[in-house]
């Protein structure tokens, strides 16, 4: 029976998948990112492994074909007599070899962090409900929503960072001209004056902003309209948005930096014994450079295992925040309840048996109302 003075307590949100599906605070956010982590971490890690495997591969094909094609360059270059330098025409052609894998570079990277940012929103999708998926799956959506994602993007980068543009453009040359006494020697008053001022304007559009891919994947917009639909979110919400995105990205590196720690020190502990013992007389230098070897590889599997929870967390945090400002505005709790795939009714303490009894006498026929 209920106690005098106790008061009604509401019934827990329902709670489908890693959120429950209701306003979020912040517990519910950095949770939901790690519980979503944690049960996605297949196409999650699989779909990160291939965007790095692919942009690896396209980039040493680039620098291969690069140095092929300049390879007689190199000792006009770099293996001239001493007190002889090199022609322009070489360093020249030496540049311009590498001017389509830089670009080939920036453009990898650009497609890659594009791919990322719609890979969060459309794992939590998912999460949310407590739907399982597959890399095939989440490759296809990201795919599928990849021009509307790169463009925001694009976009959102370069609005955000417009006014630091300007700045950088407006203040260098007044430096340069600094330097030599041909120009205001307040120059480098004016560009460290401009950053204080236009920085912030930066991080707000940046935060304003930050929803888009979230958007354009889950409710499939354009590329300018995940940006207003981005800026009419955070609207009345910036500091939450930007505190909470902040700490997701200071969580991902401290999770990251105790993820590598393990493995440098384990690489530290081959490499340094090896090491003082090279310094003897009569060491084998065998032994040298595979506690090196030993180092590098745990350097590289720790920074590898390191930076997919760095990359991925991140849009994890972000497509969350998107869920729960619309929860919030928008009442979108219902429209996820009523979404929410249903589940089988548990059984109870008192089973029917297992051979069915005859029906009474007087019970209707299943034929009969």
């Known amino acids: 029976m209920p106690q005098w003075g106790g008061g009604w307590v509401p019934p827990a949100a329902p709670k ?4 429950p599906l209701q306003p979020l605070s912040l517990g519910d956010i950095l949770g939901g990112a790690f519980a979503s982590f944690r049960r996605y971490w297949k196409p999650l890690v699989g779909m990160m492994l291939a965007v790095q495997g692919i942009a690896i591969l396209l980039m040493t094909l680039a620098v291969g074909i690069a140095v092929v ?13 001493p007190g002889e330098s090199a022609a322009d025409e070489d360093v020249m052609a030496l540049l311009l070899a590498f001017v389509p894998a830089a670009v080939l570079l920036l453009i990898t990277v650009t497609v890659g962090a594009a791919l990322i940012s719609a890979l969060g929103p459309a794992v939590i999708q998912e999460a949310v409900l407590g739907r399982p998926t597959t890399f095939g799956a ?21 609005i955000a960072g417009a006014p630091m543009l300007l700045v950088y453009a407006i203040g260098i040359p007044l430096v340069i001209m600094s330097a030599d006494a041909s120009g205001p020697p307040a120059g480098l008053f004016v560009l460290i004056l401009g950053v204080l001022v236009c ?11 930050s929803l888009a891919p979230a958007a354009a994947v889950c409710e499939g917009l354009g590329t300018v309209a995940a940006l207003r639909r981005s ?8 500091w939450r948005v930007f505190g909470i995105t902040m700490l997701g990205y200071f969580v991902a590196m401290a999770v990251g930096y105790a993820t590598q720690m393990p493995f440098s020190f384990v690489g530290m502990a081959a490499f340094l014994p090896s090491m003082m013992d090279a310094g003897e007389p009569g060491a084998d230098p065998s032994v040298a450079i595979a506690g090196l070897g030993v180092y590098v ?3 590289v599997v720790g920074g590898l295992i390191s930076g997919l929870f760095q990359f991925g967390f991140p849009p994890l945090v972000c497509a969350l925040l998107y869920v729960d400002l619309r929860m919030r505005k928008e009442n979108f709790a219902e429209t996820l309840i009523a979404a929410t795939p249903p589940t089988a009714p548990a059984p109870t303490a008192t089973t029917a048996p297992t051979t069915p009894t005859p029906p009474p006498t007087d019970a209707p026929s299943p034929d009969r109302p």
């Open 199 to 209: 920085l912030p304007v930066s991080v707000w559009l940046a935060t304003r902003l």
């Open 297 to 299: 590889i745990c350097i």
């Open 138 to 158: 989440m490759w296809r959506r990201c795919w599928s929503r990849l021009p509307s994602v790169l463009g925001t993007v694009l976009l959102a980068g370069l």
């Open 231 to 238: 800026s009419h979110l955070v609207k009345d919400g910036w």
């Open 69 to 81: 094609v300049v390879f007689d360059r190199f000792s006009t270059v770099f293996d001239l007599p």
């Open 16 to 19: 489908p998948g890693v959120i």
